[in-house]
């Protein structure tokens, strides 16, 4: 028997390694939380407010580095999310937004919980998706983790209660999700440029920022190296070393 969209997003979720799901339930979320109860890998951490949801899952990919994930109820439930999903999104964390919708039937009639979450999640969101029908949820949550991990910041998904109840064919397409962040240098070019201006400079101030996250060892190599050129005899007294 095939998943239903709830049942096959929970499970991509587990593949992609997530153990906790922070947020608020609601009507529109109840497929996904009744499928989060039956699969038993993920806990679901009821949060007081769903800003503080976003927070917590923002706190826990920046403790952990791995992809972490909030979720909010349609119209108001999810707008309580932006403040701490653009927390996240501009410190570069991966985390997974899920905004439940109101039922598609309803959307653009004015229904009274009726926002447009497609809109509002633009701004800091690197993948910001509406799940119209089953036959996208494999690859639309994959390609939403793929962005949140590799790009680094936040991936929203935008499901209604009623898809999420809905069964998802068969012979959809789907992989299991990429959940690794890609090695990205400068290129042969440009390295071999900053190298040239690093060894001809005579003073040489090395500012750090977020770029350097992970290269520790190497960035200490790097200032060696360049004492240890600032200090050549034709060169004492004109290097500063911070």
Not at 59 to 88: F, K, M, W
Request: glycine share 8%.
């Amino acid at each position: 028997m095939s998943d239903t969209v709830a049942a096959k997003l929970v499970q991509i979720l587990v593949e992609a390694g997530v153990r906790r799901i922070y947020g608020i339930v609601g009507d529109s979320l109840n497929a996904i939380t009744e499928e989060i109860r039956r699969n038993g890998s993920i806990e679901w951490v009821h949060c007081r407010h769903e800003e503080a949801a976003a927070f917590a899952a923002g706190a826990e990919a920046q403790l952990t580095g791995r992809l972490a994930v909030c979720a909010g109820s349609c119209g108001p439930g999810n707008l309580h999310l932006i403040n701490g999903l653009y927390d996240c999104h501009r410190t570069g964390v991966p985390v997974l937004a899920i905004a439940a919708h109101i039922p598609t039937a309803e959307i653009g009639t004015g229904y009274f919980q009726e926002t447009h979450p497609e809109r509002l999640f633009l701004e800091c969101s690197h993948y910001c998706e509406v799940v119209a029908s089953p036959g996208q949820m494999p690859r639309t949550a994959q390609i939403a983790i793929q962005h949140a991990v590799a790009m680094g910041g936040v991936a929203t998904l935008i499901l209604s209660g009623d898809v999420a109840l809905e069964t998802v064919p068969a012979s959809t397409f789907s992989h299991p999700p990429a959940n690794a962040r890609p090695c990205v240098r400068p290129s042969d070019e440009d390295l071999t440029r900053l190298a040239a201006l690093l060894h001809e400079s005579k003073r040489v101030t090395l500012l750090c920022g977020a770029g350097c996250a992970g290269a520790h060892e190497q960035l200490l190599a790097l200032a060696e190296a360049q004492v240890t050129h600032c200090s050549l005899p034709a060169r004492q007294g004109a290097c500063r070393a911070r």
